[in-house]
DNA sequence: GGCAATCTCGACCAAACGGTCAAGATACAA
DNA sequence: TTGTATCTTGACCGTTTGGTCGAGATTGCC
């Protein structure tokens, strides 16, 4: 998925590809390079915290060089925002109403609980964009989100009338499963003062998947399939 | 509740309480103020983002006279994040393992979506404070919150331990309480954006609340009880 | 009233910041 | 090889920022 499909907004790059095939791969390292170092920067200090110098001393880079790749601030920013959106929607799968509802919601909460692991500091990008407002996101979330909101809204809503799950509130059920994966990463430093100063091991996240998807399946009157694998977020229904 | 209570690390004042009655009111009044100014400032902009001469603005006052209250930007955002902890503490109550699990679980839910709903920038600041890694509060987690946290704990586990509810990860259950209430302020941007761009109304947003009490409860077990009343977070049971 | 403590506030400052620039280095097509 | 497009980089600049200062206004106690 190119990040062009998630920010619809995105403003058209200003430079050309470059000609040569070695020129090429070093604008895309370099600017891989900045990406991710401004992503780390970005969610430990927030937009104005977050100083293009930091960035590009992260990156390994001068910061004229940055300011090369990316003309400024802002437009780093929000290449940051799109390439989280990219993640989210390409490593996210959807769901829909053909789907077994138990199977359908715990491979969706594991994929986003893995996601929190995988890539927290997207996630709290994200959320510092919403707190702020959703300066640059506003169409995104008003377009691209809402209508893949709608459409598993629908598929929830059709479970409900076939007597699938208990009735619940499909938006607030979407809500609360965004809230409590993303929760794993956006409060990492609470969390682990809580957890006697340690990090989640490979192993207690994977109990903690299975024990927010507990809460959540028998919050709608389903129960955790074992066929659905807490260790990589897969599953294995419908396979031999 | 003084605020001293919240942050046990807080540094002590710098200035006497004042000698004069009058003098008194005005240092309370024009520090109110600035608090106020400064949490939604914080909230919006996060820690650097907010600048003093903005929140002295929004609190009608000159930045020269920011300062002589509050000495540096450092000392305000204590203070906020303090004043966030007092409310917190004081107005969300615990719960014990002789309480009614339905009951005191609904009214805990209740009383966290009331606080989101009637101070979102407080909660918001301490998401950003959380985001940025703790480092104002890692004291006040590691004591006051992980003792509040283990009590109620234990409370749930002789829930669990006497058949009352479900067997659930406490801890978890915990967090995603959090989560999906603190979700309704964090995020009120991105949620108004999904709900065509309006906000809750009073009554929508009681309806809210109930819905998210009903997928919680359900997920260890219990359904809403009717003796709590969700227009105000109040519980009349045991009352006449 | 007199005097000390407290409060108000415009003007000011050093540091940090986003962004620019120009000059040189590198890679590629011809 | 030569010319051009791309990349690299230290030095630089105007603005913004947290914080200071000092002079004046207000209040409270004797």
């Not at 995105?10 to 050309?16: G, Q, V, Y």
């Not at 992503?39 to 880079?61: D, M, N």
């Not at 359908?104 to 959320?127: C, E, F, H, N, Q």
């Not at 994966?181 to 192993?203: E, M, P």
Request: contains cysteine; charged residues 25%; glycine residues 4%.
């Amino acid at each position: 998925m190119t990040s062009s499909s998630a920010l619809p907004a995105r403003p058209p790059a200003l430079r050309a590809t470059p000609r040569g095939r070695a020129k090429a791969a070093i604008r895309e390292e370099s600017e891989q390079q900045i990406l991710k170092a401004a992503e780390s920067v970005f969610a430990e200090q927030g937009f104005k915290g977050a100083t293009t110098a930091v960035i590009a001393a992260r990156a390994g880079v001068p910061k004229a060089n940055l300011h090369y790749y990316f003309p400024t601030k802002d437009d780093l920013y929000r290449r940051v925002i799109e390439d989280v959106c990219d993640s989210w929607l390409s490593r996210t799968g959807a769901f829909s109403a053909t789907d077994d509802p138990a199977v359908a919601l715990t491979r969706y909460i594991y994929a986003k609980m893995d996601l929190s692991r995988s890539r927290p500091d997207g996630s709290r990008v994200w959320a510092n964009e919403m707190i702020r407002g959703a300066r640059v996101t506003s169409d995104y979330i008003s377009d691209t989100v809402r209508r893949w909101l709608r459409d598993r809204e629908a598929a929830i809503r059709q479970w409900i009338d076939s007597g699938q799950i208990a009735p619940v509130d499909p938006r607030t059920l979407m809500f609360m499963i965004w809230a409590s994966t993303q929760h794993f990463a956006d409060f990492a430093s609470q969390i682990r003062l809580l957890n006697d100063g340690t990090d989640y091991t490979d192993a207690a996240f994977t109990r903690q998947k299975r024990h927010v998807a507990e809460i959540l399946l028998r919050g709608v009157g389903l129960s955790v399939p074992d066929s659905v694998d807490a260790t990589t977020g897969a599953s294995s229904a419908f396979l031999p």
